[in-house]
């Protein structure tokens, strides 16, 4: 049995593209080596129709303590938006100086009202 290496052919996009991947799975090394507050999951973006803008996204389930503690030690502006599903969305924002963008994200429930604070209380059948 043989195995012949062979290189893929390459052109101006997938060379772009590669060099991407490459600064953002560097960036997001960096990051990921300094920071406590650890991600679920952490995706790298180059595509193919935008391959000199590559993002790095980083979710955190369920963990919205988490993400804020990521994104204030990255500097990252933050915002919140409620979903149809009474779910909120949190997402953090920045784009890095070498151009590779970031971006946090979360679902977290609505949140729980205390007891006794803005509920009524169940109207008793007679």
């Known amino acids: 049995m043989t195995i012949e290496a062979t290189q893929p052919a390459t052109n101006a996009t997938t060379s772009v593209q590669l060099q991407s991947y490459m600064?953002?799975?560097?960036?997001?090394?960096?990051?990921?080596?300094?920071?406590?507050a650890m991600p679920t999951e952490v995706d790298i973006v180059a595509a193919a129709w935008a391959p000199d803008s590559p993002e790095i996204r980083f979710y955190f389930h369920h963990n919205l303590d988490g993400l804020r503690e990521f994104a204030a030690e990255l500097r990252m502006e933050v915002s919140t938006e409620e979903r149809e599903n009474g779910q909120f969305y949190t997402e953090a924002r920045l784009t890095a100086g070498n151009g590779v963008r970031l971006q946090a994200w979360t679902l977290s429930p609505r949140p729980v009202q205390e007891k006794g604070v803005g509920t009524e209380a169940p109207a008793v059948a007679a």
């Open 23 to 36: 600064q953002a799975l560097s960036l997001a090394e960096q990051i990921m080596s300094q920071t406590p």
